[in-house]
């Protein structure tokens, strides 16, 4: 697992600087329940006489019944039926679309990556056509480059031989868009096999765009197995070209990664997810009064937490807590300041609760769907004080709080309860540290490390103590 460690530490860090981009193939779909190449032609192809599982230029038949029949209506036909019914998103889809990625491109007529996409509260802008390129959908998260046509118009999709010979000609811009995409960003291939009619034409377009002026990307590819054949000579000679195609892949700049099952690529994009998420933390607290700090030593260690967490290389999440969110603040521009940037965009997202909606029937479901919102962005929760006035004006513990924890472990969040802040941090400290396998299963090295989070010690500063545990839930994970 070596090549996956490396492309998850590469990936990650496009995605972090903005510049990753996904390549999607037809494999990528079928899980989803939309058809191959060969199933998508198996009508067409039984129509002049020819037997789909017997052919490897999926191309060719696909030309072979324009040229006999004198058109492509049936062709038409056979990608509005397959692509146009209704499929379930795949979890590979969901993953991909919870990630930063500003830039897709795919071979694919089907419209998932756009759905996948809006599910998760994002806004594609689909170029389809050469005159989707002179247009800019405002505020647009991401563009879905479909560089093989669109299912909404089956007439203008690449299919025969004809259109791929063409396609210099007719999809110029196409091309220079890609050409800039790969100088720029690193692509993750996905959903592609040898088998891939698309393939061989991408790859030569690549090449033809680029020459030796490219950068190293991935592409995730299943092994060849022995249940696939059924002769064990069919199997080893299958290998061993995959070996030599895969080493080939390297004169385009692709790493190829062979995984044993196409279940590994969910995993791998879910670590991938979960790596990243890490990187974030949600802060939850809030706090009418600090004791035994007082409310000057308490907004220091806020402020002197928001700088650390910033400047240890974490972007923050936060709902602006009472008594909490100022100092944060603060403590993060400090961070920013020190590293000479002074922008919150691409480090902080901030919710403050919307306040105002009198039921509180009403105002209770929508701070819960609220909270499950911001949580989300998160990898790890972060929980200091939390306390509050009640409706009589006496202390209590924030419910608020408690419910934030829940919902970050709903989410998978990894919770850090800072008991030694006292209060509701406390209350969640001693269930995480009563049940701890539970928090943390097979972690129990880092017991002692939220044990310190229970006491506030002059020789071990709980700043200190807060950073050492995100810094390693994030690296050891």
């Known amino acids: 697992m070596h090549a996956v460690d490396s492309f998850i530490k590469a990936y990650l860090a496009a995605l972090r600087e903005e510049n990753a981009a996904v390549f999607a193939g037809a494999g990528l779909s079928i899980p989803a329940g939309m058809v191959d190449w060969r199933e998508l032609l198996r009508d067409v192809a039984r129509d002049i006489g020819l037997d789909v599982d017997r052919e490897n230029d999926l191309i060719a038949v696909a030309q072979f019944h324009v040229n006999e029949r004198g058109g492509r209506h049936q062709i038409n036909q056979a990608l509005v039926t397959e692509f146009a019914e209704r499929a379930t998103l795949s979890e590979n889809h969901k993953l991909l679309a919870s990630l930063p990625i500003n830039t897709y491109w795919t071979t694919n007529y089907d419209n998932l990556i756009e759905q996948a996409l809006r599910a998760a509260r994002k806004r594609p802008d689909v170029k389809a056509t050469i005159q989707n390129l002179a247009t800019t959908l405002p505020r647009r998260d991401a563009i879905v480059y479909k560089m093989h046509g669109d299912v909404s118009q089956p007439d203008q999709a690449i299919v025969t031989r004809d259109d791929y010979e063409a396609y210099e000609e007719t999809h110029r811009l196409f091309s220079a868009a890609l050409q800039g995409d790969l100088v720029s960003k690193t692509f993750l291939f996905l959903g592609f096999s040898f088998s891939d009619p698309n393939l061989n034409y991408v790859l030569g377009r690549i090449r033809l765009l680029l020459g030796t002026n490219r950068r190293e990307h991935y592409c995730l590819l299943r092994n060849v197995r022995a249940e696939d054949f059924s002769a064990t000579a069919d199997f080893e000679y299958a290998k061993a070209r995959q070996e030599l195609q895969v080493r080939d892949l390297r004169r385009y700049g692709i790493i190829g990664l062979l995984l044993d099952d196409f279940r590994e690529y ?5 670590r991938l997810v979960d790596l990243y998420r890490r990187g974030r933390v949600f802060v939850s607290g809030s706090g009418e009064t600090f004791d035994p700090w007082s409310p000057s030593e308490a907004h220091a260690l806020i402020r002197e937490l928001g700088r650390r967490v910033v400047q240890a290389g974490f972007d923050l999440v936060s709902g602006f807590g009472l008594g909490i969110g100022p100092s944060l603040l603060n403590g993060v521009l400090d961070g920013l300041e020190a590293q ?45 004080f939390g306390n509050r006035r009640g409706a009589d004006s006496s202390l209590e513990l924030a419910a608020g709080v408690e419910e934030e924890f829940e919902r970050a472990v709903e989410g998978g969040l990894a919770v850090v309860p ?10 969640l400290h001693r269930r995480v540290m009563d049940d701890f396998d539970r928090y943390y299963p ?5 017991r002692p490390d939220f044990e310190a989070l229970g006491n506030s010690d002059e020789n071990r500063p709980i700043v200190e103590e807060i950073i050492r545990v995100l810094t390693r839930l994030r690296e050891e994970n």
Do not use: C, K, N
């Open 266 to 270: 969910t995993s791998v994009l879910g």
């Open 340 to 384: 000479g940037s002074y922008s919150l965009h691409d480090r902080v997202i901030l919710r403050p609760f919307p306040h105002g909606e009198l039921d509180p029937v009403e105002r209770a479901g929508r701070w819960t769907a609220y909270r499950r919102e911001m949580i989300s962005h998160a990898g790890i929760a972060l929980f200091l």
């Open 418 to 427: 800072v008991g030694a802040t006292g209060y509701m941090a406390a209350q």
């Open 442 to 446: 097979g972690r129990a090295d880092l």
